[in-house]
Antibody, heavy 122, light 106 residues
Framework: QVQLVQSGAEVRKPGSSVKVSCKASGASINGYTVNWVRQAPGQGLEWMGRIIPIEDTTKYAQKLQGRVTITADKSTNTAYMELSSLRSADTAVYYC???????????????WGQGTVVSVSS | DIQMTQSPSSLPASVGDRVTITCRASQSLGNYLNWYQQKPGKAPQLLIYDASSLYSGVPSRFSGSGSGTDFTLTISSLQPEDFATYYCQQSSNDLAFGGGTKVEIK
């Protein structure tokens, strides 16, 4: 069974950074893009960026450019999202989601992680 | 950036109703449009990809149509488990989600 398992909840102070992990089991991440999507309380979904692990290339949402860094460790089948200069507006549930490079759809997220709550408060 | 506008934002409905949700893009997407369902406290789940292809395991009462800038998600006969929030997502130029449509009990 293919799963994306994310790290646990985090509490941070404004101005600090947070790094969330997303470990794939049941399938290599090499055939997929790994995306990060966040959802503020009571709000909709916001795409943050993605990595293609087999190419080690990244693309970020313009709004978050300079504050978000997505990396991947192919040896452990794990992707990471680091967000810096945190502010209260970054309080959200953060999801990783994979999209097949070849196969169904074009950037269709077929498997999602369970979500990681990040709270930013002084 | 491509802007995605979903309507309505809230949709009161009853079991058995035919439900239609619309997603409009600010520029042409071809057929690069996906639909997701999200229930409270859960991650979204893929329903439809490439505007009209049903993802594996998704009930056939769900269907998608459209191309270019105008797309629809239709639930032919609403079931109790379908009360949820639905999002469209464009994958033509970067990625972006619509604002969501909450299908709630009338």
């Amino acid at each position: 069974q293919v799963q994306l398992v994310q790290s646990g909840a985090e509490v941070r102070k404004p101005g600090s950074s947070v790094k969330v992990s997303c470990k794939a089991s049941g399938a290599s991440i090499n055939g997929y893009t790994v995306n990060w999507v966040r959802q503020a309380p009571g709000q909709g979904l916001e795409w943050m960026g993605r990595i293609i692990p087999i190419e080690d290339t990244t693309k970020y949402a313009q709004k978050l450019q300079g504050r978000v860094t997505i990396t991947a460790d192919k040896s452990t089948n794990t992707a990471y999202m680091e967000l810096s200069s945190l502010r209260s507006a970054d309080t959200a549930v953060y999801y990783c989601a994979r999209a097949p490079i070849v196969g169904i759809g074009h950037d269709a997220f077929d498997i999602w992680g369970q979500g990681t709550v990040v709270s930013v408060s002084s | 950036d491509i802007q995605m506008t979903q309507s309505p934002s809230s949709l009161p409905a009853s079991v058995g109703d035919r439900v239609t949700i619309t997603c409009r893009a600010s520029q042409s997407l071809g057929n690069y449009l996906n639909w997701y369902q999200q229930k409270p406290g859960k991650a979204p789940q893929l329903l439809i990809y490439d505007a009209s292809s049903l993802y594996s395991g998704v009930p056939s009462r769900f269907s998608g149509s459209g191309s270019g800038t105008d797309f629809t998600l239709t639930i032919s006969s609403l079931q109790p488990e379908d009360f949820a929030t639905y999002y469209c997502q464009q994958s033509s130029n970067d990625l972006a989600f619509g604002g969501g449509t909450k299908v709630e009990i009338k």
